[in-house]
Each structure stands twice: as structure tokens, then as C-alpha cells.
């Protein structure tokens, strides 16, 4: 990703915006929050400068240098803390008022840990509002890393991202011959790689009578992928139908998708930054 993929994203936010009032809000949030994330895109960047680093699979995640990304952190959660819902907004402003120590502790958990299931006060899990901050401040650190990696050798096909290993957020689509190629794009540092276009990322199942399609009106090249075996579904963008969507944004877009699987009893994958 380059500096300008973080503009091809906020532009296709403001775009989605104007067209689907009913993920209006989200989108601006969205637009806001990809502002500050390529602040700290940059920053990276300046500081890490333009090489290509071999970093054997999956281990990306071994590397976190705060000295470069903490000063950045306030100005991300001043975003997240004027543009934000009344809950969230609290969160970052609270997140604001820590000492450079807690936020290493929790930066730190969050990156070496990857988010999986509900936040427990009984087990001191941070709040899905704390997650949010963390994830959102970290993901352009990941995937300037990943940018800047020399493509791993895959010798199988993983469910999960080959460089971080982090769940994959979504699938795209892709025109090839008189077909198209399917394709997984990680949730943490955005690398994506090929995967089955017959076969569940969750449990593995590959029987089309278990694996089905579901398409709103409302956004034709975004479809909800769901699995029967295993209940759990993921969106996938079909650049196909549309080539000028962006993945990534299209897929937090299609807020229609999300409340009707979960209606049907699917669980996704891996919810997108927004949470949903």
C-alpha cells in the first residue's frame, strides 16, 4: 500500500456515503479515522523508509517498534474522540489522558495477541471500544510492514494471513479468463492471497450443498459467503461487477448483509474495524 491507497480509501468512503444513506454515518466515521491512519502510514514510512525486508511466514507480527508509532496516538484518538459515538468518543478520550507507559502495555497486548471473542471484566480483557483504538492505530504499522515484505513462499493454502497470521476480513473477486479468481484479504496488515473459491476459510468445508450465496439488491457486487457446517460467514467484493469498488470500504459499506446473517444465525469471521 502506498500513501495514496489511504486516499483511494477515504474517497471511496465519501462516494459510498453519498450513495447508500443507510451506511452514511459509518462511512464518514470511516473517513475520519482513515485520515488520522494515514498520518501514521507516513510516519512509518518516513521513519522506515522504502525497503524490501525478507520475514519468514507468519511472523510479522514479531515486530512492533512504539518509538516510531507513539506520537501519532494522541492525534489519532482526538479523531476517534471528536467523530466518534458517545461510547467510543469517552474511550479515546480517557486513552488520551495515559502515560506513554500504558499505552506500550496496551499496544503491546493488542499486537501480540489477536483480538478473539467478547471483551470479560472478569478476566481483564479490554473493552471492544479500547480494541477499536488499539486496532485502528496499528493497522497502518502492519501493513507498511507488509508492503515491505518480499512475498513469502506459500506452499499450501492458508485460512489465515501468511505474513501475520491474523483471520482474513473479507474476499475479493477478481476477472480471470472466463471466470474469476478468489482471493482472501488479511483483517490486521491487508495482504492478500489466493484461496478456493469453493471453500469455507473457517472449518474447511468444500461440499457446495453446505456453502451458500446470499446478494442484496442494494450493493450487487457484494455478496455474504456463509457456511452451513460451521455457521460462520464473511463478505466478498466482486470486482467483476464492480471494478471501481475498493474492498475494504464496500465491505464495511454493506451493513444490510451483516444484519441479515446475523438474523439467519451466522456468526462472521472476523468483524471489520467498525466492528461490524
Known sequence: MTPGRWDE?????????????FAAEILRFYER???????????????????????PAGTLRGELDLTVLLPELRGLLGVVERHAPARLAATARELSTRGSEAWVELLTKWWTHPESG????????????????????LEPYAQYLAEHTEPPVIEVTPSVCPLCG??????????EGDGARRSLVCSLCATEWNYGRILCPA?????ETHLAIYIAEEMPHVRVEACDTCHVY???????????AVP??????A???DLWAHEKGYSKLQPNLLGM
Open 33 to 55: 479515522v482513515g485520515g488520522a491512519q494515514k498520518q501514521v502510514y507516513l510516519r512509518v514510512l518516513s521513519a522506515c523508509g522504502e525497503a524490501m525486508v525478507r520475514r
Open 203 to 207: 472449518c474447511g468445508e468444500a461440499s
Open 234 to 244: 464473511m463478505k466478498t467484493v466482486d470486482l467483476a461487477k464492480n471494478g471501481l
Open 9 to 21: 480509501r477515504i474517497a471511496r468512503a465519501q462516494k459510498l456515503s453519498a450513495t447508500y444513506p
Open 248 to 253: 475494504v470500504v464496500d465491505e464495511i459499506a
Open 118 to 137: 467478547a471483551a470479560s471484566p472478569e478476566d481483564g480483557s479490554p473493552s471492544a471500544e479500547t480494541r477499536f483504538c488499539a486496532r485502528a492505530f
Open 255 to 257: 451493513v444490510p448483509l
Open 166 to 175: 491474523a483471520r482474513p476480513q473479507l474476499g475479493v473477486l477478481r476477472p
